[in-house]
């Protein structure tokens, strides 16, 4: 079953050249005599509003989405959803809070702006984290789960899946902004379409299963009626993956943290917009936050179609996998077993979406892997007298350097059960000082870069004697869930930082950050796509609470 025909590689080359060609096109067409800096890293001006939505999707949406969600979805149901949905109305508040601050101080990179509040030691601590965690966690993870896809419903060996993801990914990144931007309007036109086609035919597959003639959404309704613990949002302590997501603390709690941070002071998310202006740029965030509302239909439905399938006595087999030495059911493995049912040309259709969705994350997060690191780490300490195409060519070899990294670094995950969850939860041990950090610089004036700096440095020590005191103490105290770590993160990191900018105040003068409120207006449009996506919002987490 693990194989593609001749039909499914015909579909793979043809999306294939379509997005070699229309790279190599706006390549050309947007081309200017001499590449810059700025027009390298954040395609200045150039990108529609259309265009910085899609690359935000498709920047976001990768691998851990269609293999890591929909093992989620396996595992937990509907509620791993809550990281798409709160997503939505995340980007409601960057493109109203976050963006135009930003844009208003000329900021192209986040340790950018932490020079500008604080100073350069902050701004280097952070550029420093930031790097590993895009190389170690983002792109490593990306590379793994997308070659353990792609191997199982191909001949292709793991790691020569390893090396073409990560070849594919150089070439578009190498290519600049303008590229990764209008490539990924293609890019996420073929992962939608593939994923809803992978979609329509698993619950088409389940209503067949429980004789009801491919109707599709007798097929929903079946899922409601086999698993309806798959069904709720809001999980209650007795629930087995309540540290997974617990309970009201995905609407109130971790949640909002873990995506503010994401969403809103995360280079390769925000990036995508820095080059435009403001009202270009917050309707194309508006844009991705419509196109975060669909995002559960393709990772997760699949998921708990799967589940119930398992559960009625097919894919046994498939579903196996080791797991510290162990074969047990693997989550992970439910999106590719799906993907193998999939008849020639279709499957060669789901393939390409999901390598869209690969390449395009991992060129996203390669680009500001190197402006981080050619604007604010070798312009900064190695050539302050950088020319900008020298700028440029530093880019580009850190793009292929760490890409690299990713790729040696990316077998030693194999022995995850849930990739998507290990992403969440280790990324989120600087989240909280990430949001600390800027929510107190944008907001509080007498933040000092001594209390910058201590929250940057404590963020991860914090996260990690949360997480291990329960062992280390033998049980005595409490193992708090994830996002629950995370809200105690913040809240300590925010009490540490009031305390220190209190006790040694910073000099008297206006700080370097400007802020006006003006800036805060929105449009009427706005407001009315705004509530449309808070009241869709309210409504899926009334019906599925």
């Not at 043809?14 to 890293?41: E, L, P, Q, R, W």
């Not at 997501?245 to 909002?256: F, N, Q, Y």
């Amino acid at each position: 079953m693990n194989k593609l025909h001749t039909a499914d590689y015909i579909v793979f080359f043809i999306y294939f050249i379509a997005v070699a060609a229309y790279g190599y096109y706006i390549y050309h067409k947007k081309k200017s005599a001499s590449t810059d800096s700025k027009d390298f890293f954040l395609a200045e001006g150039s990108l529609t509003w259309w265009a910085i939505g899609a690359s935000l999707i498709a920047s976001n949406i990768s691998a851990e989405h269609f293999i890591g969600m929909s093992g989620s979805g396996f595992a937990l149901g509907l509620a791993i959803s809550t990281y798409e949905w709160m997503a939505a109305a995340t980007l409601i508040i960057v493109a109203v809070v976050f963006i135009p601050l930003y844009l208003k101080n000329k900021i192209y990179t986040m340790p950018q702006f932490l020079a500008k509040r604080y100073n350069d030691k902050v701004s280097t601590v952070m550029a420093v984290f930031w790097l590993l965690v895009y190389v170690f966690v983002n792109l490593t993870s990306i590379i793994y789960l997308g070659a353990l896809a792609i191997a199982s419903i191909s001949t292709i060996s793991f790691e020569w899946c390893i090396a073409g993801l990560s070849i594919f990914a150089v070439l578009v990144t190498l290519g600049g902004m303008k590229v990764i931007g209008y490539t990924d309007v293609v890019q996420v036109l073929v992962l939608i379409l593939g994923g809803l086609v992978t979609t329509y035919l698993a619950l088409d597959l389940l209503a067949e299963r429980f004789g009801y003639g491919g109707d599709i959404l007798k097929g929903l309704g079946v899922l409601r009626k086999e698993a309806p613990s798959h069904f709720h949002m809001i999980f209650d302590k007795s629930n087995p993956y309540y540290k997974d997501l617990p309970g009201l603390s995905v609407l109130i709690g971790g949640m909002w943290i873990n995506n503010l941070a994401y969403w809103g002071c995360n280079q390769y998310i925000t990036q995508r917009a820095l080059g435009a202006d403001l009202k270009t740029a917050r309707n194309g965030i508006l844009f991705a936050a419509f196109l975060k509302l669909l995002v559960p239909v393709i990772a997760v439905l699949p998921g708990i179609v799967m589940f119930v399938l398992h559960k009625n006595g097919m894919f046994h087999e498939e579903m196996q996998g080791v797991v510290e030495g162990v074969k047990k059911v693997k989550p992970d493995h439910a999106y590719p077993t799906l993907m193998n049912l999939l008849p020639p040309g279709l499957k060669g259709v789901a393939f390409a979406a999901l390598t869209a969705a690969i390449v395009a994350s991992l060129a996203g997060k390669a680009n500001s892997i190197s402006t981080i690191f050619s604007l604010d780490i070798y312009r900064k300490f190695f050539n302050k007298n950088a020319s900008e195409q020298k700028l440029v060519s530093v880019g580009k070899y850190a793009v292929i350097i760490s890409m690299f990294i990713a790729a040696v670094v990316a077998p030693a995950l194999r022995s995850l059960d849930q990739a998507y969850q290990f992403i969440q939860e280790y990324v989120g041990f600087i989240s909280p000082g990430v949001l600390a950090i800027f929510l107190m610089g944008f907001f509080w004036k007498r933040t000092t870069a001594g209390a910058a700096l201590t929250g940057a440095l404590l963020t991860i020590p914090i996260s990690t004697v949360l997480k291990f005191l329960p062992v280390w103490t033998g049980g005595a105290f409490p193992d708090y869930p994830f996002l629950d770590r995370m809200s105690i993160t913040f809240v300590l990191l925010i009490i540490v930082m009031i305390i220190i900018s209190l006790t040694k105040p910073r000099p008297e003068g206006e700080p370097p950050i400007v802020i006006d409120r003006s800036l805060f207006r929105v449009t009427p449009g706005f407001i009315v796509a705004s509530v449309i996506i808070c009241g869709i919002l309210a409504a899926l987490y009334t019906v599925f609470w």
